[in-house]
């Protein structure tokens, strides 16, 4: 994993989510106000129609999220998200890309992006955050 300047507390923090474990997303890269998660599909990620399931896709970018709200190292959860839904899939790496938009003392918001392999663009999500 690639790791700017974010001391290791917060990575620990963000690694001790046993969800997205047991979902096999990873943290990728993590600097202030920056994360990138990952997601390897496989069959336990689809849904019935043999695409994506919605909740996975949430979940990644989700975890992107907080990982970049948490990357301030003040302790910050989610009070608004948003997200759509672009274009399904059924294989390959997917990755969630978050960027801060606007941080203040006790509000920060994120947009992030989930993309297949090539680049495309499957889903987005934009968040707020509350910084304890």
């Known amino acids: 994993m690639k790791n700017d300047n974010v001391p290791q507390k917060v990575i620990d923090l963000m690694k001790a989510d046993k969800f997205v474990d047991l979902c096999g ?7 202030p106000g920056y994360a990138k998660t990952s997601v390897q599909i496989g069959p336990q990620h689809l849904n019935g129609a043999g695409v994506i399931q919605g909740g996975v896709l949430f979940t990644l970018a989700d975890y992107a999220l907080a990982s970049a709200a948490n990357s301030r190292e003040k302790v910050s959860v989610s009070i608004e998200t948003t997200m759509s839904f672009i274009k399904g899939v059924s294989s390959g790496k997917i990755t969630a890309i978050a960027k801060e938009i ?10 992030v992006s989930v993309t297949t392999e090539d680049g495309t663009l499957i889903a987005l999500l934009h968040g707020t955050v509350y910084r304890k």
């Open 102 to 111: 606007t941080c203040g003392r006790t509000l920060a918001r994120y947009d």
């Open 25 to 31: 997303i990873t943290l990728d890269e993590i600097g």
